[in-house]
Structure formats: C-alpha cells, structure tokens
C-alpha cells in the first residue's frame, strides 16, 4: 500500500538468516529446536489463526507491534506508553486471567495432534526414510535461502540501513536462541532432577517476543520483593529495547514527547493494545515470536500465523481508510 517494498525485504531477509542461523545451530548440536515453545506436537490451529489475526489488527490501531511500541517509548511516545500497559494487563488476563479459561475453553480445544513435532523437519523425516538432521539442513537451507533471495535479489535493496535491519534482527534471533537453549541450559534441576531452561518464563528454550514478556515485565515490577520473581531474557529484552531506543533517540536528537491527537486515536490505540494483548498469547507469539522466532525453528504453526497477522493488518488498513473516507452525505 506504500508502493515500497523495503520493510517486506527486511523481514524476509531477517527470516532467512534466523532459519539458516537456527538450522546451522541444531545441526552443530548447539540447540535443539524440538525442545522450543513452538514445536510440540500439538497444533492448535483455531487459537493461531484467530490469535495472528487479532493481533495484526491490534498492531496497526496501535501504530506498531509490541517491539516498535518499546522503540517508540523510548523516543518519549507517551501513546505508546498507554499501550505497553494495556497490552500488558490483557496478556496477563489472557495467560493466567479470566480470557485465559475463555480461551481454553474455546479457541483452544480446536487443535491437531501430530505423530511427530510439528517443525517441518521431523514431519519429513516422520515420512520419508530421511535422518531429521538431514531433513532440517536440507529444508533450513532451501526455505532460509528462498527468504533471503526474495530480499537480496532485488539491486536497490542492496544499503547499509537494510542490510543492517536483515542481517541484525536475524542474527540477535539466533543469539538469543543460543543464549537460551545452550548457554541457559541446565541438563538436571537439582529439585526436579528434569532439565531446565533457567533463562525463561515458560521454561522451555525461547528467543525474542514481545507479549507474553510485556506481562511477566509488569509481574516483575509489581512483585518485585517475591524473590521467585527473577529477570527472564523476555523481560530483559523489553527493558533493553526501551534503554537502547531512548540512548538512540537522545544521541540522535530524535527525542520528542508524543502523546493522543484526540478521543478517536486514543480509543484506536486501546483497542489495538487490547487485540494484540489477546491476540499474542492466543497466537503463541506476536510479529517478533511467532514471524521471526517461530519461523526460524520451521514450525507449522509459525507458518500458519504469518498470513494471519497478514490479513489481520489487512483489514485494520482498510477500515482506517474507511474511517478517513469523506461522507458523501455531509
């Protein structure tokens, strides 16, 4: 709709190298995807579709996903503040709160289970005689490079800025992956003799997202004297995200306080934070966790989300412009 293809570029490059960056970490031994949030073998399809199509909506009322509403933050966006707040308690409602047994007891039990986890990798290897590690080099490669040649192929996209955006938020993927299914790893809990992820809320092996980690955030400041209430990579990263944007924007005189034009965009921005906060969770994941993160483990259902948020962002797009269309009666 902008005539401008760059932004798609930098995300499909950022895609490609999180495949390509995750498939050489498993394939090393460095991780194993097959222990992430995204791969089990349940796939319940109504709560991602419905979930990625809320939050694409929400993120458009809202002027940004969770990530970019952390950026603007910390460039003195006070609606974006409002934002991280009421995304923040509605994912709490919907995590452990009274949209979470409406959502267990609907969207949730519409779901498949699959004989195999449901990354790509170990549904081919589940049909074909082929090693999964085999499977996941070969699909990691093959997907990963379709990702990125859709971003490199095109010579104008070829800029610092955008080469920076790809490469960058592919790569801190990774990383975080590493930090989290390697470096955070612990093979036997003392307590539970079970291994653990010691770095995450959820206790599984995680890289970034940006809505869940806005709940256990504002847990973690609220009960920060609960000494089981411990900095998690979620949280930390929200944190940095708001540090880094504010360091940026004062360095770069960017800095400038924002705040609602009126009544109208005040209640967009709720709405939006409100569909994201929902959206998120019941997706498993936002534009960052489930388009990025996911994705880069080659799980079904990240695949399933992605034309969700789409489509969601779709038809937010379309109602504003109906909004902002004159009135033929007046």
């Known amino acids: 709709m902008m005539s ?5 570029r930098q995300w499909s490059l ?7 960056g995750v498939t050489l970490l498993s394939t090393m031994g460095f991780i194993d995807v097959s222990k992430s949030l995204y791969t089990s073998s349940k796939l319940p399809y109504a709560s991602i579709a419905i979930g990625s199509i809320c939050f694409g909506f929400g993120m458009v009322l809202a002027s940004g996903c969770g990530s970019k509403t952390l950026v603007r933050i910390g460039g003195g966006n006070l609606k974006s503040f409002v934002v991280f707040l009421v995304l923040g308690i509605v994912a709490y409602m919907t995590l452990k709160g009274f949209l979470a047994v409406l959502r267990v007891n609907t969207l949730d039990t519409f779901f498949i289970t699959l004989n195999s986890n449901q ?3 170990s549904i081919l290897s589940s049909k074909i005689a082929m090693p999964k590690v085999s499977a996941h080099l070969f699909l990691g490669c093959a ?24 490469f960058g ?3 801190a993927i990774c990383s975080i992956w ?5 470096l955070a790893f612990v093979t036997e809990d003392p307590q539970t003799l079970e291994e653990v992820f010691v770095a995450t809320n959820s206790g599984k092996m995680e890289s970034l997202s940006f809505v869940a980690p806005y709940a256990y955030s504002l847990d973690w400041l609220m009960l920060y004297s609960d ?5 998690t990579i979620g949280i930390v990263a929200v944190l940095g995200m708001v540090c880094g944007s504010a360091v940026y924007a004062l360095l770069s005189g960017s800095f400038r306080w924002e ?16 569909l994201m906060g929902f959206g998120g969770i019941t997706a498993l994941g936002c534009t960052i966790g489930q388009g990025l993160s996911g994705i880069s483990t080659l799980a079904l259902g990240s695949f399933l989300a992605l034309p969700g948020f789409f489509l969601g962002a779709y038809l937010a797009l379309r109602y504003l412009q109906y909004r902002l269309a004159p009135n033929p009666c007046e």
């Open 4 to 8: 401008d293809l760059s932004r798609l």
């Open 14 to 20: 950022a895609i490609g190298v999180a495949i390509i």
């Open 119 to 121: 990354d790509l990798p």
């Open 143 to 166: 997907i990963g490079g379709i990702f990125a040649l859709f971003a490199l192929l095109k010579k104008s996209f070829w800029s610092f800025n955008n080469l920076l955006a790809g």
């Open 169 to 171: 938020v592919g790569l």
């Open 178 to 182: 590493w930090i989290s299914g390697y």
């Open 227 to 231: 000494t089981s209430k411990v900095l």
């Open 259 to 274: 705040s609602f034009a009126n009544v109208e965009d005040t209640a967009n921005h709720m709405l939006g934070a409100t």
